[in-house]
């Protein structure tokens, strides 16, 4: 029986991909309200992923959370609220967005 995978996994995969690619283009440093503004304008969101969690947008709330375990990866850097991709981050990019995020899911303690 095929395993099925969740609507949050795919919105994460989805957004991580974006945010990391953002990230990559002329090795750009942007704050949360920049990336969540340029993925707003750029990543074609579902109706389930668009709707509101109490006070926060679904696909908002996945990215944040996130954003958190790429860093944990090693794919991120956030210092003083700016992320910046890294060169690990890079070499993940090329992996293309399932494979770059089984990386990240490796490192999720269980």
Same mark, same amino acid.
């Given at each position: ?42 990543? *074609?969101? %579902? ?9 926060? /947008?679904?696909?908002?709330?996945? %990215?944040? *959370? ?18 910046? /991709? %890294? ?19 490796? %490192?999720?303690?269980?």
């Amino acid at each position: 029986m095929a395993r099925r995978i969740s609507k949050s996994y795919l919105c994460a995969v989805k957004c991580m991909y974006a945010l990391v690619k953002f990230l990559d283009e002329e090795n750009r440093e942007c704050s949360r309200p920049e990336i969540f503004e340029h993925m707003q304008r750029h990543v *074609n969101f %579902t109706y389930w992923e668009s709707e509101h969690m109490g006070s926060t /947008i679904r696909w908002q709330l996945i %990215t944040r *959370n996130m954003a958190y375990h790429y860093q944990r990866a090693g794919l991120l850097t956030r210092r003083e609220e700016v992320y910046r /991709i %890294t060169p690990k981050g890079r070499e993940a990019l090329e992996l293309g967005a399932e494979a770059m995020q089984r990386e990240v899911d490796a %490192t999720i303690p269980t």
